[in-house]
């Protein structure tokens, strides 16, 4: 089982639709928690972090659930350009820099 | 913005020759890792370095070193090249202050012949 699961997609949605993503993590320890997105042969990008409190950029909303282990992204008003991949990620425990990734979701917004 | 600066951006070499990537973090970043990423796979981590100390190791071959120098780059130096070495290796940079917030350079896609 990995560390980090998310459900691999794709998502195949229309321009202005909103889209949901979930990640679970194992590891009860991990301290902290982001999404990034990948474009395709390209670096992961930072898109936000994840706290508990739950939190917002413009058109993204992210929730922390450390009881579920579960993390979700929400992409409200889908841009052409929000197309790519987008990777859960957490810290491998209390105090640890490594990050482990999910395998990604990968969205595509058509027009 | 400054970001992460690899270099070289490509690189071929056959089996059992060594490789040096190198990684400038962004200016005032402390942390530098390395990840690297398989086709079709997720990004492994495999060492990190903190004000010039290695701070973290993961999944490095023991063929693979890395060090930080003074001015905070980094190398990752890979001898006895394999067939399986092929992949895309991102450097990321950090600063401690800023809650783990890793940022990624470019990668070097390493191919070996």
């Known amino acids: 089982r990995k560390e980090v699961e998310q459900d691999p997609g794709p998502f195949n949605v229309p321009e202005g639709a909103t889209v949901a993503f979930n990640c679970t993590y194992s590891n009860s320890a991990s301290q902290s928690f982001f999404w990034y997105r990948q474009d395709c042969r390209k670096e992961p990008k930072l898109l936000m972090s994840v706290y508990s409190s739950g939190n917002e950029d413009g058109r993204f909303t992210a929730q922390l659930n450390r009881a579920s282990q579960y993390i979700s992204l929400l992409i409200r008003d889908s841009k052409l350009s929000d197309s790519a991949t987008y990777l859960c990620v957490v810290n491998e425990g209390d105090s640890s820099y490594k990050l482990i990734f999910g395998s990604g979701t990968r969205l595509l917004v058509r027009p | 913005a400054a970001g992460v600066i690899q270099s070289p951006r490509h690189l071929i070499k056959e089996k059992r020759e060594t490789a040096t990537l190198k990684c400038y973090p962004i200016p005032r970043h402390d942390t530098v890792y390395w990840y690297q990423q398989g086709p079709g796979q997720d990004p492994q981590f495999l060492i990190s370095?903190?004000?010039?100390?290695?701070?973290d190791k993961g999944s490095i071959p023991d063929r693979f070193s890395a060090q930080q120098f003074s001015d905070y780059h980094s190398e990752l130096n890979m001898s006895s090249l394999e067939l399986g070495d092929s992949a895309l290796y991102f450097c990321a940079s950090s600063n401690r202050d800023r809650d783990y917030e890793q940022y990624f350079g470019p990668g070097t896609r390493l191919t070996v012949t």
């Open positions: 370095f903190y004000e010039k100390m290695q701070s």
